[in-house]
């Protein structure tokens, strides 16, 4: 199914979860294992992370390709680093023929080691560009986009890059995934920016329970979302009283909080980023109400 029409019919707030790939062969029965153990949840669709410069397309193929197989309705990521035409229409023929008819189109990250890495080289630019040329090519798949509730690293401006989610939606996407936020007014105002230009385009949050202190600073300093002062504090002085477990606690405690106060503002559902950890998915959805 296209997780379009999967939205168009859903009745209440769902789940949605992101797994990324096991790094060896070796660790996929627990993979599936954790998968499977989610089901009760009923997530409306699962994606499956691509890899920095598309290093795991096998993988995230091999993936979708089982989930599909045992009944879910799966998406793949698919960035253009890198990629050109032929090689993108051949992964997603490949996807199809394995009962996957959803992508996450993105620019993605640079591949590994390369600090100069040139956005205007190969023949997709960016994640418009993608877009365009899925919707162009492969007309009935269902196409996702990211969108930055704080701008993307890149983006000049709030106002630069909202107008660029829009034009990604222009192009052709179906619905947007948001980057991790901890804000939600900075999802209202993505929304009520998209609102304002006419679209109507759902907009499903990205969630991420803060494991750590460590693990936060790592991923803000990646993809640009900011932490309230508030939120930091907090995180600190369950640090100071209780290491890393008690960072965890907070963490999935405001989780919670963020999640019911999404809904109450009309988010249609959340996009859980699993971190492949089925206990804290099980725990976070139950305490959240969902």
């Not at 296209?2 to 062969?25: C, D, G, M, N, W």
């Amino acid at each position: 199914m296209q997780i379009a029409q999967a939205l168009r019919q859903t009745t209440k707030p769902f789940v949605s979860l992101e797994f990324f790939p096991p790094a060896a062969e070796s660790h996929l029965p627990e993979f599936y294992e954790t998968v499977e153990s989610l089901r009760s949840i009923d997530p409306l669709f699962l994606s499956v992370t691509y890899g920095a410069g598309g290093g795991k397309q096998q993988n995230t193929l091999n993936v979708t390709a089982e989930l599909a197989r045992r009944g879910f309705t799966v998406m793949a990521h698919l960035t253009c680093v890198g990629a050109e035409p032929q090689a993108i229409s051949d992964f997603v023929s490949h996807l199809r023929a394995a009962g996957v008819h959803n992508v996450l189109a993105l620019r993605g990250d640079a591949p590994r080691g390369v600090s100069d890495w040139d956005w205007n080289a190969g023949h997709f630019h960016n994640a418009r560009d993608l877009v365009r040329f899925l919707r162009s090519e492969h007309p009935d798949l269902g196409i996702g986009v990211a969108g930055y509730p704080a701008p993307h690293p890149d983006a000049a401006t709030f106002a630069s890059d909202r107008a660029y989610l829009a034009d990604k939606l222009r192009a052709g996407a179906d619905f947007v995934i948001t980057q991790l936020f901890f804000d939600v007014r900075e999802y209202e105002s993505l929304v009520s920016s998209l609102r304002a230009a006419g679209l109507e385009t759902p907009v499903i949050p990205g969630i991420l329970p803060i494991q750590s202190l460590e693990s936060i600073r790592r991923t803000l300093s990646l993809c640009g979302a900011n932490i309230p002062g508030k939120l930091y504090l907090e995180l600190e002085a369950a640090h100071n009283e209780g290491g890393v477990e008690a960072v965890r606690e907070a963490g999935l405690r405001f989780a919670a909080r963020q999640i019911r106060q999404l809904l109450d503002c009309g988010a249609p559902g959340i996009h859980l980023y699993s971190l492949n950890k089925s206990e804290m998915c099980l725990r976070l959805v139950e305490e959240a109400g969902l």
